[in-house]
């Protein structure tokens, strides 16, 4: 996974960073890092991403 992903999967969805990042409890900024540098590498954060990327990719867009 790199930013790529992210942003492509957060574009799909019609959604800002902001927006985006309210997904996973983190601001703007945090959503604007991962899509530049990558996401985190391990950890409860990468597991979301993962997650969410799959639900979005599978096409069910937007999780409560």
């Known amino acids: 996974m ?3 992903l992210i942003r492509g999967a957060r574009e ?5 960073q ?3 990042g309210e997904r996973f ?3 703007q900024s945090t959503v604007h890092r991962w899509e ?6 391990r950890g409860p954060a990468r ?3 993962e997650r969410e990327i799959s639900t ?4 069910a867009g937007s999780c409560p």
């Open 56 to 59: 979005i990719e599978a096409g």
């Open 47 to 49: 597991k979301a991403i």
């Open 36 to 41: 530049t540098n990558g996401p985190p590498t």
């Open 18 to 20: 902001a927006t985006f």
């Open 25 to 27: 409890g983190v601001d």
């Open 12 to 16: 799909k969805v019609g959604e800002s």
């Open 2 to 4: 790199d930013g790529a």
